[in-house]
T-cell receptor, first 114, second 112 residues
Framework: QQQVKQSPQSLIVQKGGISIINCAYE??????FPWYQQFPGKGPALLIA?????SEKKEGRFTISFNKSAKQFSLHIMDSQPGDSATYFC?????????????FGQGTTLQVKP | NAGVTQTPKFRILKIGQSMTLQCTQD?????MYWYRQDPGMGLKLIYY???????DKGEVPNGYNVSRSTTEDFPLRLELAAPSQTSVYFC???????????FGEGSRLTVL
């Protein structure tokens, strides 16, 4: 019940295309859903996050879509650029005001071809 | 701004040896975490701390120990290293007000 399942494991997209990464969770107590971006040799960094009281959040070319009834959320990268090539992790937690322990998905390696 | 600093960046250990991974943050964050990252497995929480003197186990604590004597430092101790502990280790911190984790650049450990 603590798992967050992420797919696909890897993704290749042409420059200008849309990249879509999906995550599913089981624990309905989760109330915070962030996406992290990681470049090779670096630590993950927060990209965008959503709480379950909204169905969509957009920041620039990055959008989170959230489906509470299906217990799924996804990251959409519009107009994908070679600089977006990185590993993306979805995550979930409950009680971010408490311990805020994040449960991470398995990760998706995105390659954007020029 | 230094943020979260981890040392060493790389280390090779022999089976049975012990070592400490250091983590320091200069953001006055109360919450600190240790994760390990293995290919295709995402990040798994090893230990975490909600403040100086308080630590608790995460998902995969076996073979590790931590301490939190100050707000800034959160070292991770590996006792009797095993090949299964070959991994990249990340330290992270956050405030109590937001959910955003700030990660260090990682420590790559190989146990042979």
């Amino acid at each position: 019940q603590q798992q967050v399942k992420q797919s696909p494991q890897s993704l290749i997209v042409q420059k200008g295309g849309i990249s879509i990464i999906n995550c599913a969770y089981e624990n309905t107590a989760f109330d915070y859903f962030p996406w992290y971006q990681q470049f090779p040799g670096k630590g993950p960094a927060l990209l965008i996050a959503i709480r379950p009281d909204v169905s969509e959040k957009k920041e620039g070319r990055f959008t989170i879509s959230f489906n509470k009834s299906a217990k799924q959320f996804s990251l959409h990268i519009m107009d994908s650029q070679p600089g977006d090539s990185a590993t993306y992790f979805c995550a979930a937690s409950y009680g971010s005001s408490n311990t805020g322990k994040l449960i991470f998905g398995q990760g998706t390696t995105l390659q954007v071809k020029p | 701004n230094a943020g979260v600093t981890q040392t060493p960046k790389f280390r090779i250990l022999k089976i049975g040896q012990s070592m400490t991974l250091q983590c320091t943050q200069d953001m006055n964050h109360n919450y600190m975490y240790w994760y390990r990252q293995d290919p295709g497995m995402g990040l798994k929480l090893i230990y975490y701390s909600v403040g100086a003197g308080i630590t608790d186990k995460g998902e995969v604590p076996n073979g590790y120990n931590v301490s939190r004597s100050t707000t800034e430092d959160f070292p991770l101790r590996l006792e009797l290293a095993a090949p299964s502990q070959t991994s990249v280790y990340f330290c992270a911190s956050r405030t109590s007000n937001t959910g955003e984790l700030f990660f260090g650049e990682g420590s790559r450990l190989t146990v042979l």
